[in-house]
């Protein structure tokens, strides 16, 4: 008999799937691209990233999740079985067991949406884990010791940010500020400043190449390319590091100010222990050059990245199934 343990990463920006034994077998991002007129689902994943902003009128690419939450359910259970069939390929002879990831923050009724969407996509068992927890299992931390860790999870969507100690959440925030929020401030900031419209998918670019939340050592410059708002023609410009720090400044203290206030809700010893252990940031926004550097500067406290910030919450959510039974909670 063959049956599996599926861990999912449901995030804002992309999907990551665990197999157990298997490691993370699929990264795709959160996009469904569909026909308006027929209903009927073009591309799902990457094929329908690459369609945003380029499509016909009657094709529509959309993201079903909005800042870690189902927005659009039907698309999103559609897209799960997609992810799910696609991972495990055909060798299905038993219903996996499933446990999603959600954002802290979420209600009950957002928890049972994901939970009855993943049911509808195949699963025989889906339990429903939060984010920082599956961070922490995924950056690799003992969470079921009596010691206070903190994490700070960067998604698409949202950002997560909480103290574990004993296997559970001491102190949590989670705040609707996050990757997608980088992009728009550098959108924004392109528009106001140098009169110059552009797309989401070139602010990423901009965001990921030389996107920085601390002055970098020296200067990185990158070429764009968009439309000049005033002439309504194509154009292209250089923009510096300096440019996206400035850019990035509003987004990323919004962070910061929420590390700070969970860090000032923190129990004493615990807060001790962080001190000593310093603050780990997971999630794909952790990798935004200059983030350590901020978080550490404004609280005084070490602060690294998980070592794969992006696949942490799908490893951990896997592992997270494994860990339940280890310690008899079934």
């Not at 490691?23 to 959160?30: A, M, Q, R, T, Y």
């Not at 897209?79 to 996996?96: N, V």
């Not at 999603?100 to 969407?117: F, I, L, Q, Y």
């Not at 923009?239 to 129990?267: R, W």
Request: hydrophobic share 40%; proline share 4%; with cysteine.
């Amino acid at each position: 008999m063959l049956t599996t343990d599926i861990g999912i990463d449901l995030g804002t920006a992309s999907i990551l799937v665990y197999i157990k034994g298997k490691g993370v077998v699929l990264k795709e991002p959160s996009v469904v691209a569909f026909d308006r007129d027929t209903n009927k689902i073009k591309a799902i994943g990457e094929e329908a990233r690459l369609m945003i902003g380029r499509t016909p009128g009657n094709i529509v690419a959309v993201r079903p999740l909005r800042q870690g939450v189902i927005s659009d359910y039907t698309v999103t259970e559609k897209m799960l079985k997609h992810f799910i069939q696609k991972a495990m390929g055909k060798r299905i002879l038993k219903r996996p067991r499933i446990s999603v990831c959600v954002p802290s923050g979420v209600t009950e009724v957002e928890k049972k949406a994901v939970k009855d969407a993943t049911f509808l996509a195949g699963a025989r068992e889906v339990s429903i884990i939060e984010e920082p927890i599956a961070a922490a299992i995924g950056a690799g931390i003992d969470i079921s010791r009596p010691c206070g860790n903190m994490i700070v999870d960067i998604g698409g969507g949202t950002t997560d940010i909480a103290v574990i100690s004993l296997g559970g959440t001491v102190v949590s925030a989670s705040v609707k500020v996050a990757g997608d929020d980088f992009d728009e401030a550098i959108v924004r900031y392109m528009r106001k400043k140098h009169n110059l419209l552009i797309g989401e998918r070139t602010a990423e670019e901009i965001k990921i190449q030389i996107g920085a939340a601390f002055r970098r050592p020296e200067v990185a410059t990158m070429q764009v390319r968009g439309r000049n708002l005033v002439t309504g023609l194509p154009k292209t410009i250089t923009v510096t590091s300096e440019e996206t720090e400035e850019a990035l400044k509003e987004t990323t203290s919004k962070i910061v100010e929420a590390v700070c206030s969970v860090l000032e809700k923190t129990p004493p010893e615990l807060a001790a222990d962080i001190s000593d252990r310093g603050i780990v940031l997971t999630g794909g926004g952790a990798l935004l050059q200059g983030l350590e550097e901020l978080i550490e500067e404004k609280t005084g406290i070490n602060t690294m990245t998980a070592e794969d910030p992006m696949t942490a919450v799908a490893i951990g959510t896997g592992k997270f199934i494994e860990f339940l039974s280890e310690h008899g909670i079934d």
